[in-house]
């Protein structure tokens, strides 16, 4: 297990900044696997101040999350290119 058990992360920042989010596949005390999805928003009052949202998702749930994942977003408008694409694609450089 690594610093904090963190196994991954991969960051995507988007809305010129203001907006980050966090993709974190990490071990607890346990030896448990799972993802934590984090939303990071910079707050428009003071640059210095976040809000923070998080979601865990276990790595035994992870199958049966991505399937529903991918059915919700079958139903949004495609925004930057067919959603099928970008859904069952492999991921494009990320960090």
């Not at 005390?29 to 934590?36: A, D, I, K």
């Not at 495609?78 to 494009?92: A, M, Y």
Request: no cysteine; aromatic share 12%; charged share 25%.
């Amino acid at each position: 297990m690594s610093k904090r058990g963190e196994l991954h992360t991969s960051k995507m920042v988007v809305a010129n900044g203001k907006r980050t989010y966090f993709f974190n596949v990490k071990e607890n005390y346990r030896g448990e696997l799972f993802l934590s999805i984090v939303e990071s928003v910079r707050s428009d009052k003071d640059e210095e101040t976040y809000k923070r949202q998080q979601i865990i998702i276990y790595n035994e749930h992870l199958g049966e999350f991505i399937s529903f994942f991918r059915k919700a977003v079958t139903h949004l408008p495609p925004s930057v290119g067919p959603v099928q694409d970008v859904l069952f694609s492999p991921p494009k450089n990320v960090s």
